[in-house]
């Protein structure tokens, strides 16, 4: 079946759709098939826009994005995957964040497909930088900012050191702080969820943190880099290439 062919009456009304690339079209018609059945059993204010992504080459797979405003809280679900397995992937992505954000579930991550992006490559060009205004935040605040964007790692300042750093997750249930320097635990509520690196960022240029990541398999480097002295992360993209996350320059140093 085509997206065209899709009855209204499957769509859910609160579910907008855009592609990108050659999508097949059984990719997108199961995506938007799987999101909407969400949508209709969860009894909760949810707006979605679905992205469906195809790469030409590399990975070589359907990406599906999802970004939703639930309660009036944004938030975002990623995936990969093709046909049916993609669509039942982001659909089960969408399904834990509404338990998450409406019900209060603490866990939404237990069941949810692994990524694919850490692999072994030759070195990958860095195709987008990014420039962050820098939110200060506690590590808690940031963990949760990193769970309602379904984000695998988030770069922010630490509030109580002022320190560049990161929030990670280790595993469905192990998230980790990485800070530039300060290995010390962090205080607050909740703050005993997290376990903190106990070595401090390499201070290296990116080609050296580039080098590492594709060399290595690894899904993002956190960084710091040796003319400014701030962090950056650098992370693998679903077509197979680099991206870079860089603060924007401030004269706090």
Same mark, same amino acid.
């Given at each position: 079946?085509?997206?065209?062919?899709?009855?209204?009456?499957?769509?859910?009304? #609160?579910?907008?759709?855009?592609?990108?690339?050659?999508?097949?079209?059984?990719?997108?018609?199961?995506?938007?098939?799987?999101?909407?059945?969400?949508?209709?059993?969860?009894?909760?204010?949810?707006?979605?826009?679905?992205?469906?992504?195809?790469?030409?080459?590399?990975?070589?797979?359907?990406?599906?994005?999802?970004?939703?405003?639930?309660?009036?809280?944004?938030?975002?679900?990623?995936?990969?995957?093709?046909?049916?397995?993609?669509?039942?992937?982001?659909?089960?992505?969408?399904?834990?964040?509404?338990? !998450?954000?409406?019900?209060?579930?603490?866990?939404?991550?237990?069941?949810?497909?692994?990524?694919?992006?850490?692999?072994?490559?030759?070195?990958?060009?860095?195709?987008?930088?990014? %420039?962050?205004?820098?939110?200060?935040?506690?590590?808690?605040?940031?963990?949760?900012?990193?769970?309602?964007?379904?984000?695998?790692?988030?770069?922010?300042?630490?509030?109580?050191? #002022?320190?560049?750093?990161?929030?990670?997750?280790?595993?469905?249930?192990?998230?980790?702080?990485?800070?530039?320097?300060?290995? #010390?635990?962090?205080?607050?509520?909740?703050?005993?969820?997290?376990?903190?690196?106990?070595?401090?960022?390499?201070?290296?240029?990116?080609?050296?943190?580039?080098?590492?990541?594709?060399?290595?398999?690894?899904?993002?480097?956190?960084?710091?880099?040796?003319?400014?002295? !701030?962090?950056?992360? %650098?992370?693998? !993209?679903?077509?197979?290439?680099?991206?870079?996350?860089?603060?924007?320059?401030?004269?706090?140093?």
């Amino acid at each position: 079946m085509r997206w065209e062919e899709l009855p209204a009456a499957d769509i859910d009304r #609160g579910l907008t759709v855009n592609t990108n690339g050659p999508v097949p079209a059984a990719d997108l018609a199961c995506a938007v098939l799987a999101v909407s059945r969400v949508l209709r059993s969860r009894l909760v204010d949810t707006i979605g826009h679905l992205r469906v992504t195809r790469h030409r080459r590399e990975i070589g797979m359907t990406v599906f994005q999802i970004n939703a405003s639930i309660e009036g809280r944004q938030c975002r679900v990623q995936s990969a995957g093709n046909s049916s397995g993609g669509a039942r992937a982001i659909a089960e992505r969408l399904d834990n964040q509404i338990a !998450r954000i409406a019900y209060g579930a603490t866990d939404p991550w237990r069941c949810s497909p692994g990524r694919t992006l850490a692999m072994i490559t030759e070195v990958r060009p860095i195709v987008r930088r990014k %420039l962050c205004r820098m939110l200060v935040l506690t590590p808690m605040a940031a963990a949760e900012i990193m769970d309602s964007m379904d984000f695998d790692a988030f770069f922010f300042r630490d509030a109580d050191t #002022g320190e560049d750093a990161i929030v990670y997750r280790a595993g469905p249930q192990d998230m980790r702080l990485v800070r530039q320097q300060r290995v #010390g635990l962090p205080a607050g509520p909740g703050a005993a969820r997290l376990a903190v690196d106990l070595m401090p960022t390499v201070i290296v240029p990116e080609l050296v943190a580039a080098k590492r990541l594709c060399g290595n398999g690894l899904p993002f480097v956190f960084f710091t880099e040796p003319e400014t002295a !701030r962090g950056r992360l %650098l992370y693998r !993209r679903y077509d197979g290439n680099l991206a870079l996350l860089e603060p924007v320059p401030d004269t706090r140093r």
